[in-house]
């Protein structure tokens, strides 16, 4: 897999994702250029004198007139895939949300992403009134919704923090999908694009703990041994009172004894 590298600076959607997809081996960006393309030409013909009717038009366009809705195979990698999300019409809240929010774009709309546990949702003030939308349906959310859907993830004891209704950045959005594409890579058994998801947000987050343990766990199934147990030390090292701690030490033993076979 080639080197592959963006700044801060240079982050755009959805272009940077495109990218990022096409380096993984998921998808041809250019192919979902094109997708891109036809959408936010389309969607134009929308485009409103008032605020709230165009953001309603453009539920309409995204949900009823093109079919967008949650993809079957939720966790999959063609679900956490922003171009294949373009192409096929069905995603996860993050591709779902990512994809409104540039066709709101288009429209003079601003849309931003809400990153909750879990689950992602859409926000977009007008005339100084929040409206929190779910990508999944394009239906209105309150407050109270939003919170219920922490709980859901967290359990019900899960308090609402405010950090939940700070609109994302670019990097952040792009940190949600690398972590969704991890995850539906590691279920799908392609290891090495789950291991390329970790180095990359760890290229960005080098401190983050428990990236170094997920990143120790694929490295393994890789036969990375010298990886995996690198990535846990560090990971014990830095956490040392961690409840997981213990754990840790014990998959740390058996790498070494597995390493040590292996000689």
Not at 94 to 116: E, N
Not at 180 to 188: F, G, N, Q, R, W
Request: hydrophobic share 45%.
């Amino acid at each position: 897999m080639k080197q592959f590298s963006f700044s801060d600076e240079s982050l755009t959607l959805p272009d940077s994702a495109f990218e990022l997809l096409e380096h993984l081996g998921f998808n041809a960006a250019e192919q979902a250029k094109w997708a891109w393309f036809e959408l936010s030409g389309a969607v134009l013909s929308r485009y409103l004198a008032d605020e709230e009717a165009r953001l309603r038009a453009l539920l309409s366009f995204f949900y009823q007139e093109r079919g967008f809705q949650a993809a079957e195979e939720y966790f999959s990698i063609a679900a956490a895939d922003l171009g294949m999300c373009f192409m096929l019409h069905r995603g996860n809240s993050t591709t779902l949300a990512t994809a409104l929010k540039l066709l709101g774009k288009q429209l003079d709309l601003q849309l931003d992403l809400l990153l909750l546990p879990g689950s992602t949702a859409l926000v977009c003030a007008i005339a100084g009134e929040f409206h929190y939308i779910d990508p999944l349906t394009g239906h209105f959310l309150s407050r109270h919704d939003l919170h219920s859907l922490v709980k859901g993830e967290l359990g019900n004891a899960a308090p609402f923090k405010p950090r939940y209704l700070q609109p994302a950045n670019n990097q952040l959005i792009l940190m949600r999908m690398m972590s969704e594409l991890k995850s539906a890579a590691v279920l799908a058994h392609e290891f090495e694009a789950a291991l390329e998801c970790c180095n990359l947000m760890l290229a960005w987050y080098p401190d983050e703990l428990n990236l170094h343990r997920e990143r120790a766990f694929i490295a393994h199934q890789l036969g990375a041994i010298h990886v995996a147990t690198a990535d846990l030390q560090f990971f014990i090292d830095n956490n040392p009172h961690d409840p997981m701690v213990e754990l840790v030490k014990m998959q740390l033993r058996e790498l070494g004894e597995e390493s040590q076979t292996f000689h």
